[in-house]
Structure formats: C-alpha cells, structure tokens
C-alpha cells in the first residue's frame, strides 16, 4: 500500500504519518499534485482553518489531482476534518 499525504502547507503531517506508518503503509508525504497518481490511498488531513486550508489547496493546485485521483483512478482518499 503507497499512502500519500497532501501537504498543503498546513497540519500535523508527522502524527498522521506515523499512524499509517504503524498500520503497514508506506508513506509519503507530498507537496507535488502530480505525485498523486502513484498512490493507492490518499489522505486530506485537517487543520483548524478551514478558509484557509482551502486558500493553500487552491493556490497551490491541489484541486484537480485530487478530482482526478478519486473520479477516474477511484483512487480511496482518507478526509480527517477537513478533506470529509
């Protein structure tokens, strides 16, 4: 199992990836869009702005890969907080 982490500039990315460490993934966290095709499972982590979060993904191109990932490449997405 390839875990990525989206790392939009924000959240506690370290305790998130230790979690998934631990129930066998490899992890990676990533702040490249592209990366998202070479995961089998994605995370949205959370973060307490969500304004703001939302500003991070969008100026930084989020959007579409992670449309892509989930629509066509029905690629599972994980959402804490914010990505549910």
Not at 30 to 35: A, I, K, T
Not at 39 to 57: K, Q
Request: with cysteine; hydrophobic share 45%; aromatic share 6%.
């Amino acid at each position: 199992m390839s875990v990525i982490i989206i790392d939009y500039g924000m959240s506690n990315l370290g305790s998130i990836r230790r979690a998934a460490e631990e129930c066998g993934a490899s992890v990676y966290v990533s702040d490249d869009p592209n990366s998202l095709s070479e995961a089998t499972h994605i995370i949205l982590p959370g973060v307490g702005s969500f304004a703001e979060a939302i500003v991070n993904l969008e100026k930084m191109n989020w959007w579409p890969a992670i449309e892509n990932a989930i629509l066509s490449d029905k690629t599972p997405l994980l959402g804490i907080c914010l990505g549910m």
